[in-house]
């Protein structure tokens, strides 16, 4: 594998890890809160990061590179912090949507770093879209931190 690839993969690697972090903490928001509207949105989000994930996967096979396949050290320790937190305060709404709102926090700026560096214009063009695709979960969850602060 040429050195430009070794580069390339090595990014999409880091974003698949991005990915699934995002999977599995969304995962975990949906069992962490017992509103149904909530569970919806997490549940559904967990399955966009799911699809990112696969679709760089495959990105890194095109490339000639072994695609990661798990979340990293950093995920799990913030979903169990999720879960910690969750567990006092009786899997408040606003504490889960704070603690998914610092998820997504990390996730932008993976795709900001990954962005920054100099990738195929393929591999370019779909970073891009799934960045875009990141900052509207971002948006997403702040918008309904926000809305469960003003119910309060």
């Known amino acids: 594998m040429a050195s430009h690839n070794k580069?390339?993969?090595?990014?999409?690697?880091?974003?698949?890890?991005?990915?699934?972090?995002?999977?599995?903490?969304?995962?975990?928001?949906?069992?962490?809160?017992?509103?149904?509207?909530?569970?919806?949105?997490?549940?559904?989000?967990?399955?966009?990061?799911?699809?990112?994930?696969?679709?760089?996967?495959?990105?890194?096979?095109?490339?000639g590179g072994d695609p990661e396949q798990k979340a990293t050290l950093g995920g799990a320790m913030h979903r169990r912090w999720v879960d910690i937190k969750s567990t006092i305060t009786g899997k408040d709404a606003l504490a889960v949507l704070n603690e998914c709102e610092r998820g997504e926090d990390m996730a932008k700026e993976h795709y900001e770093r990954a962005l920054d560096q100099t990738l195929p214009p393929d591999v370019r063009a779909v970073v891009e879209r799934q960045y875009r695709g990141v900052l509207f979960n971002h948006d997403q969850i702040r918008m309904l931190r926000d809305s469960e602060r003003a119910r309060r």
């Open 7 to 63: 580069d390339t993969v090595a990014i999409l690697n880091d974003l698949i890890e991005t990915s699934k972090d995002g999977e599995l903490g969304f995962k975990v928001c949906a069992e962490d809160v017992d509103r149904p509207d909530l569970k919806a949105v997490f549940t559904e989000r967990a399955g966009t990061c799911s699809a990112a994930a696969a679709e760089l996967q495959q990105l890194v096979r095109n490339l």
